[in-house]
């Protein structure tokens, strides 16, 4: 490949100077003249019949323009991701503490949140079910029609039965994960308001074409009487893929004809959005006596909560990874999604990978214990590699294996082992490896792209690609100004506007940089052919003479003194359009629903992670001394991004292995603060080794792949393997709390 | 409800409003002065994204009372730099890719601001301590972290 430009280098991203000066303006900075507030009335019981809602005396109040039940909602009052489960508004049945009843809009909050004491709600409490487990009971509580398993997933390959009756190594376990909350700072919120007869929503959100969808479908117009705006978000981490205040907002805008705000608080905000599904997963793997893996047999049950949300599909991808990075011949994995009246669990960064990984790579260890050789070469012999066949049948096309990740980071450590200090305290490394599908799983997930090229030199590129913190607006950037031999801030982005851009799906499933970097550079590659034909037939050379590289037209590898923008005008001037568009959508075959054998991904990233903790065999703590973490991007389209993913995103996963727990009794979060649900700071933090390992994807933007979530997948798997080899005994829970260790340290008579 | 009247400097620039006594600093500077910096993440004191800074120490705007700024000397994230003229650390933060999504980042920048006043040459254990009421949920605080040691020329 031709050296590149813009692609690969750390250029600075297109909105840090506005956030470092406090200018950017996130949802709830977002001031309209005759802006009214709004306020949600939600349920405070998780499971109800609604007897009486009466908002007569609200409606009253000085100062209130609207009291919204769910009769007012036009359309269909449902809406959610996969199935339309989620009422917008409460008529019959709460399902979940949080549930919204009610909406006022008012001239100030506070009269907005006066007039929600004035609404008179009576209610028929009956009985909930808040186990998973025990919700797959024919006689348990329904929480949707007559049974609350929403979901199935099976992968079947082999004979799983006949393996394990001859088998020489076995090894069975159950695992139980944790709920586990987002916590970006900027709670949910968002702006609407009329604009002429086009209903105009402005909100923090991962995907403006779904929610666009959601809207219109509740209102009863069309998707072009509805245009949807990504505000500035502050962080997403899938728990903005869910609706949450952009159809209360259209409903009170269309309503009033007034522009309206919402804002959540923190606690509004940890009660009503989706979580992590916390799992508990029985796992049994055989081996041969060397080691090589021969079957799994796995049983997975997830809370999804009250309502489906993404539910079924985290928990698809669960299972499709349930195997691991590894080769194995014959697997039986069943899946269930499972409703209860707990907070819904959806998306979140690692999609059902997290929970799985925590099992698999400790079957891993503990197989290789028995088999008598260290937990890094039961990985190197198990790998996935060219032309290996992965739990659903496809066939690997890649260049490397596992090892092209675990190997640097493994010495990464071992290079900077420490010494310890007191004798009470136990060291141990533990090794965490993963595969991860870009994209959504087995399914058409596109995204498009527009590209405006103007006389000047400088380009509009309009993506649907929500930039949620991470970046894409400026991936997508660089990768149009190298197509095209533009500076990157020749780029101008307008990203996630369904009055502008075209739909780019979710910012979710590691997706946009491979996704809609692919459709950019389609875009971009028409834009270059017509430029290419032109200087081609001017200079009467062939196009494939033709470079356009650092603003410049290139012939036969030497630089002319014809710029890229003298180029866009002379077409320009001609009435040649200098604009592309492109869209991709990965090819992938759905996953067949009785076996699961399919090609749910049309491309992989690979990662390890290798810890080192330190265990106080006094208190049980747990305390990570270093984590390396290697990805293998593909194309690091900007390193200091990749560098800045990696970091965020392995720091996230020792939260979520060493506290992080959303706690819940009877459907009610008890930990619905940042004072209660603790995420790391500063000074929990290890050091993180980053390294980046580039094996071009062929089918990737300049090589890119995935990379937003797998580094939160492996952190966890890494640390308990590491407290294993530490303490010499085994916790199967997360988060791996000091009680749980102290525990497992008495049981074991190691205390 | 009856207002007090408050004096004092914001960004060097003498305020002089009145304000109802429960009225909290964030609402004040967000609402009455549309300074929208200055950002609300938890309004429990928890997440530090709300960070200005009162007489030379942080504090939580969502945890003081407008009325208690009386006489104080107050920065803000819109008092720290402009377009034309970047704090050092605002660079800083820049180059090294310290912003993801951005909500913590004015935050941030006040606290590791007041840390620099106080100290020109942390040490990183100090560079921690002095962002650890500052919750970020994107970066994983090390590129922050080596902002703030570029900011200070280490």
């Known amino acids: 490949m031709a050296e590149l430009s813009v692609v690969g280098k750390s250029v600075i991203r297109n909105d840090a100077l506005d956030k470092v000066l406090g200018k950017t303006r996130y949802s709830a900075d977002i001031k309209m003249p005759n802006m009214l507030h709004a306020k949600v009335l939600r349920s405070t019981v998780a499971h109800a019949f609604v007897k009486k809602l009466d908002v007569s005396q609200a409606a009253a109040l000085p100062g209130v323009h609207a009291v919204l039940t769910a009769k007012d909602v036009p359309g269909l009052n449902g809406h959610g991701i996969i199935f339309k489960d989620e009422p917008v508004l409460i008529s019959d049945k709460i399902r979940k503490i949080g549930d919204g009843l009610a909406l006022v809009a008012a001239e100030t909050e506070d009269i907005a949140q006066q007039a929600l004491k004035l609404i008179e709600v009576e209610l028929e409490e009956i009985p909930g079910v808040f186990d998973a487990i025990q919700a797959m009971d024919q006689d348990a509580p329904k929480v949707h029609g007559d049974s609350n398993i929403l979901a199935l997933r099976k992968i079947l390959r082999g004979n799983v039965d006949e393996v394990f009756e001859t088998a020489d190594i076995v090894v069975e376990n159950e695992y139980v994960t944790q709920m586990q909350e987002h916590a970006y700072i900027e709670p949910e919120a968002g702006i609407a308001y009329m604009e002429d007869d086009i209903v105009v929503v402005k909100a923090s959100t991962q995907n403006t074409h779904f929610d666009c969808r959601e809207i219109a479908r509740n209102l009863a117009l069309p998707q072009s009487r509805i245009r949807m705006i990504q505000a500035p978000t502050g962080g997403g981490f899938g728990g903005k893929l869910d609706i949450s205040v952009q159809i209360y907002l259209a409903l009170l805008a269309l309503n009033t004809r007034r522009p ?326 990965p090819t992938t075959e759905p996953l067949d629903d009785e076996t699961g054998q399919g090609k749910p991904y049309e491309v992989y990233s690979f990662a390890s992670h290798v810890a080192e903790v330190e265990v106080d065999t006094q208190t049980g703590q747990v305390e990570v001394v270093r984590i390396a973490a290697a990805h293998d991007v593909g194309k690091a389209v900007n390193p200091l991004h990749v560098e800045g993913q990696i970091e965020g995103g392995t720091i996230m996963g020792v939260g979520y292995g060493l506290y992080e727990e959303i706690k819940i009794a009877n459907g009610n979060i008890r930990t619905p603060s940042f004072a209660t649900y603790i995420i790391p700071t500063s000074m929990d933090i290890p050091i993180v080794d980053t390294i980046i390992v580039e094996e071009n994807a062929n089918t990737g933007p300049f090589g890119a792949k995935g990379l937003g979530e797998p580094p939160l997948v492996a952190p966890a798997a890494a640390i308990a393997n590491a407290v294993s080899q530490a303490i010499g005994v085994r916790i199967n829970s997360l988060p791996l709390t000091p009680e749980k260790v102290l525990k497992a340290l008495q049981e074991a008579g190691r205390i | 409800m009856s207002t007090v009247k408050v004096n004092f400097i914001l960004n060097n620039k003498p305020v002089s409003l009145e304000v109802t006594p429960d009225c909290r600093v964030i609402d004040m500077l967000r609402e009455n002065l549309d300074l929208t910096g200055t950002k609300m993440g938890c309004g429990e004191g928890d997440c530090g994204a709300c960070t200005i800074i009162i007489d030379g120490k942080t504090a939580n705007s969502c945890l003081v009372l407008a009325a208690q700024l009386d006489g104080k000397m107050v920065v803000t994230i819109e008092g720290l730099g402009s377009y034309d003229k970047l704090d050092a650390l605002q660079q800083a933060f820049i180059d090294e890719g310290a912003v993801q999504c951005g909500f913590c980042t004015p935050g941030m920048l006040l606290s590791a601001k007041v840390l620099l006043d106080h100290n020109p040459t942390p040490s990183r254990q100090e560079i921690m301590q002095s962002i650890s009421g500052n919750l970020c949920r994107c970066t994983g605080y090390a590129k922050i972290a080596n902002a703030i040691e570029k900011a200070c020329g280490k």
């Open chain 1, 260 to 585: 309206v705000k919402l804002v959540y608080s923190r606690e509004e905000s940890i009660i009503t959005s989706s979580k992590r599904h916390p799992c508990v997963i029985k796992y049994k793997t055989a081996a041969d006596k060397t080691g090589k893996l021969l079957a799994v047999d796995v049983h997975a049950v997830a809370d999804t909560g009250a309502y489906s949300s993404y539910g079924p599909a985290p928990v698809t991808r669960l299972a499709v990874h349930a195997a691991g990075p590894y080769e194995v011949p014959n697997v039986r994995i069943y899946a269930y999604t499972v409703y209860t009246n707990n907070p819904t669990a959806g998306a979140m960064r690692g999609f059902g990978v997290p929970q799985i990984a925590f099992a698999y790579e400790q079957q891993m260890d503990m197989l290789a214990e028995k088999a008598g050789i260290s937990p890094l070469e039961i990985r190197l012999r198990n790998t996935l590699k060219n032309g290996s066949l992965t739990s659903t049948g496809q066939v690997m096309d890649v260049k490397g294996n596992i090892g092209d990740t675990l190997v640097p980071a493994y010495e990464k450590v071992m290079a900077n082992k420490s010494q310890l200090l007191a004798p009470y305290k136990k060291r141990g490394i533990g090794m965490g490896c993963l595969y991860y599908g870009i994209g959504n799983t087995g399914q058409p997930n596109p995204a498009g792209a527009f590209l405006d090229v103007m006389e000047d030199g400088s380009a509009h590129l309009m993506v649907g690609a929500a930039d949620i913190g991470q970046g894409s607006n400026t991936i997508l950037a660089q990768i149009a100004a190298e197509e095209l031999g533009l500076d990157f801030n020749d780029i101008k982005v307008t990203s996630a506007d369904t009055g502008v851009t075209p739909d780019g799906g979710a910012s979710s499933a590691s997706r946009q940089t491979y996704i809609s970097g692919n459709a950019t550079l389609k875009a971009a590659k028409i834009v270059k052919e017509i430029l290419v034909n032109e200087i081609a037939a001017w200079q009467r050379v062939l196009p494939e003479a033709i470079a356009l590289k650092n603003k410049y037209v290139f012939i036969h590898s030497k630089q002319t003194d014809i710029a890229v923008a003298q180029l866009i005008a002379r077409c320009r001037g001609k009435g040649i359009m200098t604009i592309g568009h492109g869209w991709y959508n």
